[in-house]
């Protein structure tokens, strides 16, 4: 087993059973001297592919491009895993056996025959926007109860016209069994709606009407798929400006859908594996690399370097983007941090004062299903928002699983409930920040533990008293089971690469309930069989205003620098506060009042952001700290700042003090905030190094929002792969608290 070689898993779902596909992949795998198995199952079919790295990646592109005529995929997950050894390519049994559980599919972008049909004069379909087949169309956002039939889908109104009735009966016909089967004489249709919800138009007339009202500048709200998004025009500075203001919303990125791939290209920078998710059955919103030239309006993405941009993945989207030719801002359709809407009659009262018409249709959404958000790293999709295209799909755990429920964090909430070996992470559900969140958590709950008939044992939850997640498991009635934040964020990892113990986990991210009552998040984990270990953390410092520091970074360089100077910290600090504001402070620091202690690497972030001048207050969590990666961009240096590991009993301590003191020196030297930003990501990336010595484990597991920058986890891999460890990141699994639900479950069920 060379060096290099890698292990990659395949689970193929769509039209790939009895259609020759095994004998395919068979042929595909020897021919590129691959070594493995494949195997037909109730979930889908399995692959196990084991090579050199490029190879597999050639092995993958064929199985999309070289596949039988008649096989179609809806989706296709992959997992890099470690190698184990395989010695020739078969074809295994398939396997009857195993948990029967039903498989539901997320949502499926429009295939290439169902957009043939919609721009096709001649077809009983054209320019018709709720087109789908077996292959492509609603699941999950569609689906009330199971067994997955029409009558059990919000499609149940709908009676079929003897035309679609016989493509639905006929079991040669694509449309076979293609439960929310529709044409443009029994479906549902489009209206155009305006504030007061009288109705301006119908069918594409409405449609044609809302891309005038687009082209003129207006907000318009569409009901798409799994909610309403927020449409503008992408390059109408005003507009989108507008967007912001009634959205209130300041600065965060908004998401971006363009009319083809050709225009994507032009704006931003494409890789064959962006490509690849950006046309996936998934058809998540892909973060890139934006152009100079992009003629993206400035307010769509202030001072970011990347674009999140999706392709349409419904006929209306198709339809609506093919009239418009131009980029569309395509935001979810919400206030702020709200959950997404999805009820036209909810959204007049809900989105009212924000979009000024509606493009509505009569196709009742059963659940909401935001758009994933997937960036790619290291060659590798790294799932940053795990929803449509994604949702409910399950991860995979070595040993059966008790029936539990884990109820996620506090922070972009997900849940997960296991059945046998499968564990279904719901759909993004949103920051539990405001009565409509957590109403949405209290209902998804409900709504996956009667989808799935489940009858939780116990639950498992954040060690924080005060999250509202953790606050609703207590009220269940059930066993719970706590797990720490870190510790979960680990587990997560280590779930979806199949990693065993013993394990060297960082644990890095904004914040997270400790063992010891203060806020954790620059945590080195040791995982053992048995329970796990505070290896190292971060050296503590105060966050003067407790959580107003998020909102604020000088705050946190503030708490720093008071951790290393004392009072002198504040003559560091003149400028960035009034005189009260320093009075005020000084008396909450020394007194050590609402100043709880923290070990955040994500806070530390904020600081050097702060103390390089880049962002004192930001407009969303998180900002400053991106914008410091976004700075390492111009850079290339291996430099790195002095920092110490001071070694006891552990927990050891990293002290980074020597680190902000040379940052402070370069800022007098005026040396370049991006120089300043390279030269501290990579200090931190040896500070992971020097833990994985100590640690004397191979296997380091990178879990926490910190592994979404991917200027410190690339390096990091990089780096702890040079001197010999072997590290393992997120994929599928969103390294954020979208993910910590997955630990959850791992840990409740190891005890
Ligand atoms: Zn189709
Ligand atoms: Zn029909
Ligand atoms: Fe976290």
């Known amino acids: 087993m060379a060096l290099s070689s890698r292990r990659i898993r395949l689970i193929i779902r769509g039209a790939v059973q009895?259609?020759?596909?095994?004998?395919?992949?068979?042929?595909?795998?020897?021919?590129?001297?691959?070594?493995?198995?494949?195997?037909?199952?109730?979930?889908?079919?399995?692959?196990?592919?084991?090579?050199?790295?490029?190879?597999?990646?050639?092995?993958?592109?064929?199985v999309e491009t070289d596949k039988p005529p008649r096989a179609f995929i809806q989706s296709l997950e992959q997992t890099v895993l470690d190698p184990v050894g395989y010695t020739a390519f078969e074809i295994r049994h398939s396997e009857e056996s195993g948990e029967k559980s039903v498989l539901i599919l997320p949502d499926i972008?429009?295939?290439?025959?169902?957009?043939?049909?919609?721009?096709?004069?001649?077809?009983?379909?054209?320019?018709?926007?709720?087109?789908?087949?077996?292959?492509?169309?609603?699941?999950?956002?569609?689906?009330?109860?199971?067994?997955?039939?029409?009558?059990?889908?919000?499609?149940?109104?709908?009676?079929?016209?003897?035309?679609?009735?016989?493509?639905?009966?006929?079991?040669?016909?694509?449309?076979?069994?293609?439960?929310?089967?529709a044409c443009p004489e029994c479906g549902p249709h489009l209206e155009l709606w305006d504030g007061?919800?009288?109705?301006?138009?119908?069918?594409?007339?409405?449609?044609?009407?809302?891309?005038?009202?687009?082209?003129?500048?207006?907000?318009?709200?569409?009901?798409?798929?799994?909610?309403?998004?927020l449409v503008v025009d992408a390059c109408h500075d005003a507009a989108v400006r507008r967007l912001r203001e009634r959205k209130r919303r300041e600065e965060k990125p908004f998401a971006l859908m363009y009319p083809s791939l050709q225009m994507v290209k032009a704006h931003c920078v494409v890789d064959e594996a962006e490509e690849r998710v950006l046309r996936s059955p998934e058809s998540p919103i892909v973060l890139l690399r934006r152009k100079e030239a992009d003629s993206v309006a400035p307010s769509v993405a202030p001072n970011n370097p990347y674009l999140g941009v999706m392709l349409p993945y419904t006929p209306l989207h198709h339809l609506l983007l093919r009239e418009l030719g131009f980029p569309i801002v395509a935001t979810s359709g919400n206030l702020s941090d709200e959950p997404?809407?999805?009820?036209?009659?909810?959204?007049?009262?809900?989105?009212?004062?924000?979009?000024?018409?509606?493009?509505?249709?009569?196709?009742?959404i059963a659940r909401h299903v935001d758009d994933s958000v997937v960036r790619v790293l290291l060659g590798r999709e790294l799932v940053l928002r795990r929803a449509r295209g994604y949702a409910p799909l399950p991860v995979l755990v070595k040993e059966p699983l008790p029936p539990l429920l884990a109820v996620g964090?506090?922070?972009?909430?997900?849940?997960?409930?296991?059945?046998?070996?499968?564990?279904?992470?719901?759909?993004?559900?949103?920051?539990?920040?405001?009565?409509?969140?957590?109403?949405?958590?209290?209902?998804?709950?409900?709504?996956?533990?009667?989808?799935?008939?489940?009858?939780?044992?116990?639950?498992?939850?954040?060690?924080?008293?005060?999250?509202?997640?953790?606050q609703a498991a207590h009220g269940m009635g059930l066993p719970v089971r706590p797990v720490q934040h870190h510790v979960a964020h680990i587990l997560s990892c280590m779930a979806e690469n199949e990693v065993e113990p013993p394990l060297l986990g960082v644990s890095w991210d904004g914040t997270g309930y400790g063992t010891d009552g203060t806020i954790w998040g620059g945590e080195f984990l040791i995982i053992r069989e048995q329970g796990w270990e505070r290896f190292a953390h971060l050296r503590p410092f105060r966050l003067p205003g407790g959580d107003r520091a998020i909102k604020e970074p000088r705050r946190c360089a503030l708490g720093v620098l008071y951790e290393m100077l004392g009072?002198?910290?504040?003559?560091?600090?003149?400028?960035?506060?009034?005189?009260?504001?320093?009075?005020?402070?000084?008396?909450?620091?020394?007194?050590?009042?609402?100043?709880?202690?923290?070990?955040?690497?994500?806070?530390?972030?904020?600081?050097?952001?702060?103390?390089t001048g880049l962002r004192q207050v930001v407009n969303f969590e998180g900002q400053a700290a991106m914008e410091l990666e976004f700075l390492t961009h111009d850079v290339h240096t291996d430099e790195t700042y002095p920092f110490s590991l001071c070694e006891g009993t552990p927990p050891h301590m990293l002290d980074w003090s020597p680190t902000i003191q040379a940052v402070l020196q370069d800022i007098q030297e005026g040396v370049s905030p991006s120089l300043i930003a390279a030269r501290f990501?990579?200090?931190?990336?040896?500070?992971?190094?020097?833990?994985?010595?100590?640690?004397?484990?191979?296997?380091?597991?990178?879990?926490?929002?910190?592994?979404?920058?991917?200027?410190?986890?690339g390096?990091?891999?990089?780096?702890l792969g040079e001197e010999g460890f072997r590290p393992y990141w997120h994929q599928r699994v969103p390294p954020n608290d979208g993910g910590i639900a997955l630990g959850q479950m791992v840990g409740a069920a190891r005890g």
């Open 681 to 713: 990501h990579n200090t931190l990336v040896e500070m992971m190094v020097v833990v994985a010595r100590a640690a004397g484990i191979d296997r380091v597991a990178l879990s926490g929002g910190c592994f979404q920058n991917a200027y410190l986890t």
């Open 715 to 719: 390096r990091a891999v990089r780096r």
């Open 567 to 611: 009072d002198d910290a504040f003559e560091l600090l003149e400028q960035v506060f009034t005189e009260g504001e320093r009075r005020l402070l000084r008396q909450s620091l020394r007194q050590g009042v609402n100043a709880p202690i923290t070990t955040s690497a994500g806070r530390l972030f904020d600081a050097v952001a702060s103390l």
């Open 109 to 181: 972008a429009t295939c290439p025959d169902c957009l043939r049909e919609v721009f096709d004069p001649a077809d009983r379909r054209y320019l018709y926007p709720f087109t789908n087949c077996t292959n492509c169309g609603p699941r999950y956002s569609i689906i009330e109860s199971l067994p997955y039939d029409r009558p059990n889908t919000t499609m149940k109104a709908f009676a079929m016209c003897p035309k679609c009735r016989e493509e639905y009966e006929n079991p040669l016909d694509r449309r076979f069994h293609a439960q929310p089967n």
């Open 409 to 470: 964090a506090h922070l972009k909430n997900t849940i997960a409930l296991s059945v046998g070996r499968q564990v279904f992470l719901s759909q993004h559900i949103g920051d539990l920040e405001t009565p409509q969140a957590l109403q949405a958590f209290r209902h998804v709950i409900a709504d996956v533990k009667e989808l799935w008939g489940h009858q939780p044992q116990a639950v498992a939850c954040d060690m924080h008293p005060d999250y509202l997640s953790t």
């Open 340 to 364: 997404i809407c999805t009820d036209e009659h909810e959204a007049l009262h809900r989105l009212a004062g924000i979009a000024d018409l509606f493009l509505v249709h009569n196709r009742p």
């Open 18 to 62: 009895g259609v020759g596909f095994r004998p395919f992949v068979y042929r595909l795998a020897s021919e590129l001297g691959l070594t493995g198995w494949v195997l037909n199952s109730a979930q889908g079919v399995f692959i196990e592919v084991e090579g050199a790295a490029e190879t597999l990646q050639q092995f993958v592109q064929r």
């Open 196 to 229: 007061e919800g009288v109705c301006l138009a119908k069918h594409h007339d409405a449609l044609f009407r809302a891309a005038e009202a687009i082209r003129e500048g207006h907000i318009v709200a569409v009901k798409g798929l799994g909610g309403f998004h």
